[in-house]
Structure formats: structure tokens, C-alpha cells
């Protein structure tokens, strides 16, 4: 199957502070999400995004299908944005990437 | 209505219990998905229902077997349970299992046997 692999695994910031996290995988992908799952374990799909960027609010995504990677930036951050987050792609199926932890202190 | 409902939000069942999570979706979606995820760990593909076919991830043990009454409703019998498959379980469900746009997660079965 596809690895993917997410950095970093755990990350804790200020709130209003900025990150980028990224999601490589291993080879070609037909799609790729960008998923947030809440403390109470609710996944919330932020991004459906095969190649290019996008932007929605404070948060905005690129992905380079060519370098097999993919980015997702949080600008601004707030406590509200805790959690996991996942990219996951699509090859014959699902394959979820290992996940960064977001913790956002006030 | 752009939900994915799984109910019951919790449960605790002993090692002989028998007992049955539902996911339910509205969106006129022709896949469905269980998934399983245990702490600190990404979901875990276990079924996928399509057009009224199963797939089956193999690694998955017989006491999980799910149920497709119709194309909105999904469910998971659970029996015979061991302590070890205690996890949040998880429905999905996208317009086609080929089709991704859309996929969309229900809040999850939070699941702990004993």
C-alpha cells in the first residue's frame, strides 16, 4: 500500500501563531483530503485537494502531486483548531497518514 | 441533510455481549465504510459497502460483521469481543467507493469492552 507520513507528529502553539504541517507520500495518488479530527473524535473534512492550492479562511492548502507532497497551513491559530490532523490519499482506497497533534494554548 | 449518524455515541459491553452499532446517511451516497481507530492512531479501514457488494479488509476477525439493510443504512454486529478491540469505531460514506469528493465521517461509536 501508500505510506504517508505526516510532520510534525506533535505541535504545540501559542495562540494567533502560524504552522505549516506536511503530508508526503510514496507514490502517484488519484486524491488527496485534508481531515481535522476534534477532541470528541468528530473528522471534519477541511480540504479536497488532488493538486493546487486552496484557501478556505485561516487555513490554506497546497499540494505538488509531481514531489508527492502536500502542506496545509494554519494562519492565526486558535484554541478551536486542537487536535489531529490527517491527510490521507487515494489509491485503490483510503490510506490516512500518521497525523500531527495540534495543541493551541491561550 | 449532509450528516453521517452513528448511534450509540458509547458503549460498554462485556466479552459475551452480542450488540450492533448503526450508521445511517441521507445523502443519497452509494458507499459506505467502517472504520476502526484506536488511540493516537489514524483510522483503519475494516468494510467497505458498494452497490450492494462487500469488501472486506482480511485482516478484520469474524466476531465484526456487518449488515447492509439498504443503501443509507450500514450496521456492525459485534460478538464475542476481546478487550483489545476497544476503539472509537467510525462510518464514512462517499457518492461512490471510487469517489472521494465528499467523503464524510460520522461523529463515531466509542466503543469499550470489558
Known amino acids: 500500500g501508500i505510506q504517508v507520513e505526516q510532520s510534525p507528529p506533535d505541535l504545540i502553539l501559542q495562540e494567533g501563531a502560524n504552522s505549516t504541517l506536511r503530508c508526503n507520500f510514496s507514490d502517484s495518488v488519484n486524491n488527496l483530503q485534508w481531515f481535522h479530527q476534534n477532541p470528541w473524535g468528530q473528522l471534519i473534512n477541511l480540504f479536497y485537494i488532488p493538486s493546487g492550492t486552496k484557501q478556505n479562511g485561516r487555513l490554506s492548502a497546497t499540494t505538488v502531486a509531481t514531489e508527492r507532497y502536500s502542506l496545509l497551513y494554519i494562519s492565526s491559530s486558535q484554541t478551536t483548531d486542537s487536535g489531529v490532523y490527517f491527510c490521507?490519499?487515494?489509491?485503490?482506497?483510503?490510506?490516512f497518514g500518521t497525523g500531527t497533534s495540534l495543541t493551541v494554548i491561550p | 441533510d449532509t450528516e453521517v449518524t452513528q448511534t450509540p455515541k458509547h458503549l460498554v459491553m462485556g466479552m459475551t455481549n452480542k450488540k450492533s452499532l448503526k450508521c445511517e446517511q441521507h445523502m443519497g451516497h452509494r458507499a459506505m465504510y467502517w472504520y476502526k481507530q484506536k488511540a493516537k492512531k489514524p483510522p483503519e479501514l475494516m468494510f467497505v459497502?458498494?452497490?450492494?457488494?462487500?469488501?472486506i479488509n482480511e485482516s478484520v476477525p469474524s466476531r465484526f460483521s456487518p449488515e447492509c439493510p439498504n443503501s443509507s443504512l450500514l450496521n456492525l454486529h459485534l460478538h464475542a469481543l476481546q478487550p483489545e478491540d476497544s476503539a472509537l469505531y467510525l462510518c464514512a460514506s462517499s457518492p461512490g467507493a471510487g469517489e472521494h469528493y465528499g467523503y464524510t465521517f460520522g461523529s463515531g461509536t466509542r466503543l469499550t469492552v470489558v
Open positions: 459497502y458498494s452497490y450492494e457488494k462487500l469488501s
Open positions: 490521507a490519499v487515494v489509491g485503490n482506497q483510503f490510506y
